[in-house]
């Protein structure tokens, strides 16, 4: 039998999993699917907005991999406490792979990014999605404007829920005290703003449409803006025809906008393009505006600072621009990358290929690609594992992992543990006269799995 721990439950350490059970060259395999928190499906849980019901209901098919008698999914256990570290793990197991993600936001690196009003993208989601690390505070309360910085797609999910209604989001599994703190919001100007043009931002097309759909509010587009893009000034030139087709598509969507008459609605999403953040600033003791320099393409596919400023007003600064992969103790990193090095998954100490380790997700290429990604990017991290399991099989490992990581003080909360806590949140939802409502702190979730609140 080969013993495989999978790190992180998340679409990578889910795609992991599956590639270990399904493949003919070992015929017994045995995986244990280690998350630290008590919920397994990662940001498909956590990350993904809630008014997106088709993305989320990935997670039935997830649920269906972390089903199969060969895999065990164990909630609350913690990889660097409690003495597991990489060497501790390899001692339990054959193989770890490492499935960890990118928990931290990039910052913007300019003045008054930490003034009260101003936080990261990931914060809001995590406010919004009911994680327990997430902080209790209400963020869009007497905000009149909000500025979020960045274009991608975690730029237009939080412009669209902060532009939602909270009785849109009613039917949704949103923490009841976010959708409160919603109801109560003040915002009406909800600012996306790039420093680059339209052709270069990230969103993809189904999510910028998306904004368009809001019954309560407008999106508007600045025509100054898009005169400053070439691919969108000539339609039928060379710099449009070099684009990707998503990229094409999203000017087609800029553009109809652009052309749209305001309809009068309660809010308005307006998106800003070719301005670079350089100052958030302050009105008493607080984030009041955005200080933003023009930019203007370099004819090298970048931009370049004008020297010509303006300033958007914003009581709320949300930044949307990328994550970074987080080091864990013991394993190798690459700072500069945010990730870890490795050869086809194979974790490299010192360059060299580290026996029994490995990486696959965002951990292992960076924060690129959609959900689906992650399905090749492990397949490609397996087929090395399966290719050294005659080699890994020989070490002698714990008979029972488990019970080693109960001995060494974790409190693992397992796949019946994990059922209860969505019945619970199901029952929630009930009393309060919605479907199912999540548990937005660790010790409702504890409690719920059967376990005690976490230290």
Not at 230 to 236: H, K, L, V, W
Not at 259 to 280: C, H, K, S
Not at 415 to 442: M, N, Y
Request: hydrophobic share 40%; proline share 8%.
């Amino acid at each position: 039998m080969l013993r495989v721990a999978v790190i992180g439950s998340g679409p990578s350490g889910v795609y992991t999993a599956q590639a270990l059970v399904q493949q003919s060259v070992v015929p017994d395999v045995r995986v244990h699917v280690l998350d630290r928190l008590p919920c397994p499906y990662g940001l498909v849980r956590y990350g993904v907005a809630p008014d997106h019901e088709k993305i989320k209901s990935l997670q039935n098919n997830l649920r269906t991999v972390l089903e199969d008698e060969r895999i065990d999914f164990i909630g609350n256990v913690e990889v660097g406490a409690h003495g597991l570290g990489p060497g501790r793990l390899l001692e339990l197991y054959h193989a770890v792979v490492y499935c960890l993600g990118a928990a931290k936001d990039r910052r913007l690196g300019v003045p008054g990014e930490e003034l009260p009003g101003s936080h990261s993208a990931t914060d809001f989601v995590s406010w919004y999605s009911a994680h327990p690390d997430s902080a209790r505070e209400a963020f869009v309360l007497g905000a009149r404007s909000a500025v979020v910085i960045g274009v991608g797609n975690v730029a237009v999910d939080v412009a669209r829920i902060l532009a939602r209604g909270a009785e849109e989001l009613r039917p949704t599994d949103v923490p009841h005290a976010a959708l409160d703190a919603l109801a109560l919001s003040r915002v009406r100007e909800v600012h996306m703003v790039g420093r680059r043009g339209p052709s270069q931002a990230k969103f993809t097309t189904k999510e910028l449409r998306e904004l368009s759909s809001l019954p309560s509010a407008d999106v508007a587009v600045d025509a100054a803006d898009l005169a400053l893009d070439p691919a969108y000034t000539d339609p039928s030139g060379a710099a449009l025809a070099a684009l990707p087709a998503v990229n094409r598509r999203n000017l087609d969507v800029v553009r109809g906008w652009a052309a749209q008459p305001p309809r009068g609605r309660e809010r308005r999403i307006r998106l800003r393009f070719f301005l670079r953040p350089v100052e958030l600033l302050e009105r008493d003791g607080r984030v009041a505006a955005v200080r933003f320099e023009r930019t203007a393409p370099d004819g090298a596919g970048g931009v370049r600072g004008t020297g010509r400023y303006e300033e958007i007003e914003a009581q709320l600064v949300l930044r949307a621009v990328g994550y970074r992969g987080v080091p864990l103790a013991g394993l190798p990193f690459d700072a500069d990358r945010g990730t870890v090095p490795h050869a086809g998954g194979r974790v490299l100490r010192d360059g060299a290929p580290s026996p029994g380790e490995y990486v696959a997700g965002w951990i292992k290429r960076g924060p690129t690609g959609v959900i689906g990604t992650n399905r090749p990017c492990a397949k490609e991290t397996v087929a090395s594992l399966l290719d050294d399991a005659a080699e890994l099989a020989l070490r002698p490992v714990a008979a029972d992992p488990l019970a080693a990581l109960r001995e060494s003080g974790h409190r693992p909360v397992p796949w019946p543990g994990w059922l209860a806590i969505e019945a619970a949140e199901t029952a929630l939802g009930q009393t309060l006269g919605r479907r199912s409502v999540k548990i937005p702190d660790w010790p409702g979730l504890l409690g719920a799995a059967g376990g005690r609140p976490h230290p």
